[in-house]
């Protein structure tokens, strides 16, 4: 089983999501993803550190846009599309936190044509976004925090198969109850992961 989102590392096939500049870090997991949190956007960023350990990342992020961060919009778009030109530059898939602002995710998006895989993770997107978003670059997280929603079902319903991943996220779950509470089926979810990560 794969988790595509976690903060705690469990020994599984997992990305390990390090806030950059925030988590302390002893020792990196095996598959790790790092990034400038939307929450921390207006904070001054040391790229060259930044850089530096994106090169041992699998991926970059989480990153994104977040309307109840402290940052402003503008600033976390700023962050937001210098860490996926990094991305699209490095050939890593991006790990996207997304809060009220889809509208504006999809306006990056569409500015960066061609770019690497986007993982929104916790998807709470629309259906109606899920299809507009549209090409097989964007996949779709779903975790413990999702599944509590009425429109789970409806959410589901829309994401195409090949671009479904699941995730604990920092839930305190394991990645095999999440699997177990939808019903997924294993071997897709695998091959959706590996896919994203271009293995």
């Not at 925030?22 to 990034?35: C, I, N, Q, T």
């Not at 904070?43 to 961060?69: M, R, Y």
């Not at 690497?116 to 097989?136: F, R």
């Amino acid at each position: 089983m794969t988790d595509a989102h976690t903060h705690t590392y469990s020994g599984s096939d997992a990305i390990v999501n390090i806030r950059f500049g925030v988590d302390a870090v002893r020792e990196l997991p095996p598959m790790f993803s790092v990034g400038i949190h939307p929450w921390d956007a207006h904070n001054p960023v040391d790229w060259a550190a930044f850089e530096l350990l994106t090169q041992k990342a699998i991926a970059i992020g989480e990153c994104g846009i977040d309307k109840n961060s402290t940052a402003t919009t503008e600033q976390q778009i700023k962050i937001f599309e210098q860490q996926t030109d990094l991305a699209t530059l490095m050939h890593k898939p991006v790990v996207v936190h997304c809060v009220k602002a889809y509208g504006h995710l999809l306006q990056s998006s569409k500015r960066q044509v061609g770019h690497t895989p986007w993982l929104i993770h916790g998807c709470y997107a629309t259906s109606e976004w899920i299809k507009e978003s549209g090409g097989e670059n964007f996949f779709f997280s779903v975790g413990p925090k999702q599944l509590s929603l009425p429109r789970t079902s409806s959410i589901l319903n829309t994401i195409p198969p090949n671009q479904l991943l699941l995730e604990t996220d920092d839930s305190g779950w394991n990645i095999a109850q999440v699997y177990a509470q939808i019903n997924a089926n294993e071997e897709t979810i695998d091959k959706n992961f590996w896919r994203y990560l271009g293995k």
